[in-house]
């Protein structure tokens, strides 16, 4: 349930303890959480970008899915998203990151590392793996 509050749209705390340590709660543009048809891409990358640190997102999905009639963002997810996930399409919004594991926001091309550093140390590791691959082969074939 959301109510509308001065001159934002907050969500009202009192059933859900949880929803009191939401990340959005602190971030001062409750309105990011409310999507419009005309809203840009990147005010919901936003809101994502806040969602997949905070500490209650598990719980707030959850609450998302188990109540379609909300509206907004919850857990990271629009209500098309998870209208997609109730119906057995997977999540592409989140991505966990080939190197350091850590959950990121899939945007642009951006959807195996969660930053460069990562795309390059998994890089320079896959290199130097395949090196010693190809000197132990070489030693081994010398050896034969
Ligand atoms: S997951 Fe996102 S919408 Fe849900 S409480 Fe956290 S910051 Fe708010
Ligand atoms: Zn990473």
Known sequence: M???IGSGIVRIVNRDPWQARGACRRYGRPDLWYPEK???PQQILEAREVCVGCTVRSECLQYGMDHPEESGIWGGLTERERTGLRSGRSDKAFA???ECSKEFVK???WHRYCSDECRKTNEL???REYAARVRA???KDGAA
Request: proline letters at 6%; charged letters at 30%; one cysteine or more.
């Open 125 to 127: 590791r896959r290199g």
């Open 107 to 109: 945007r642009g091309g």
């Open 2 to 4: 959301s109510a509308v």
């Open 96 to 98: 966990q990151c080939n």
């Open 137 to 139: 082969k070489r030693s």
């Open 38 to 40: 005309n809203t840009p």
